[in-house]
């Protein structure tokens, strides 16, 4: 995806910006800088991608697994310090909605893997296990709002962006069923749904992969949406 459909800052000359008169606007170098920062949407999607698809084989139980431990280092690094990253990256591009949804879900990984640290002393606290679902219940309630929130900021976006915010919520909401029930089938769904998720971001970000090389055998589209001409 390029800048410009991202709604990002793309690199912008002093001839660019003048006016009818031959004089630069008095907002020229406050609202337009020039940006030499590469994309780094494909990092934090990619990244966001495999922590997603791993963790959702562990609620769907895949090979018998049923403690999701394992996704603690992908969670930290992975999931975690790369999207926390590209968050930081698309700020300075100009990308508002990259940089909350990339830092946000940075932060949700660490601390998700937080909670599984036997060091933290988080999940030891617990001495009741129906309290402990409760709260990780809670936990997950408030990143499904989150995740609501970014899906209607997503509406006019793309296809791509709305099928990943909207798949993303609806997984976000069925774990969050699963710790206050106990429903193993609703985990399990959860897990699908956020299997899905994790093939939209893989999509998604390789087709912004794609859109950032000069030459490449392909390109894949989105459903990036016309812009408004008033």
């Keep these: 995806m390029s800048d410009i459909e991202k709604g990002g800052v793309s690199a912008t000359t002093p001839q660019d910006a003048l006016g009818n008169n031959g004089v630069l606007p008095a907002s020229y170098g406050q609202a337009v800088r020039p940006s030499r920062i590469g994309n780094p949407g494909a990092l934090g999607l990619f990244s966001f991608a495999s922590t997603t698809f791993i ?3 562990y609620n769907l139980q895949t090979r018998n697994i049923h403690a999701p431990n394992v996704v603690v280092g992908m969670a930290i690094f992975c999931g975690g310090l790369a999207q ?11 990308n508002v909605f990259g940089g909350t949804a990339f830092s946000s879900y940075g932060a ?5 893997a937080t909670i599984f640290i036997p060091g933290s002393g988080i999940s030891t606290a617990y001495t009741d296990p129906i ?15 989150v995740t609501f929130f970014l899906f209607f900021a997503s509406l006019r976006k793309n296809w791509g962006f709305i099928s990943l915010f909207g798949c993303l919520t609806i997984t976000f909401a069925l774990l969050a069923a699963g710790e206050f029930t106990g429903s193993v089938m609703s985990v399990k769904a959860g897990g699908g749904f956020g299997a899905i998720t ?15 090389e000069d030459m490449v055998v392909l390109r894949l589209p989105i459903g990036v949406f016309p812009k408004r001409v008033d």
């Design 55 to 57: 963790l959702s084989l």
């Design 84 to 94: 926390l990253l590209a968050g930081m990256w698309e700020f300075p591009r100009g």
């Design 108 to 112: 949700f990984w660490m601390s998700y």
């Design 131 to 145: 309290e402990f679902a409760n709260a990780v219940g809670i936990y997950l309630v408030s990143w499904t709002m």
């Design 198 to 212: 994790a093939f939209i971001a893989y999509y998604v970000g390789l087709s912004e992969l794609l859109a950032s």
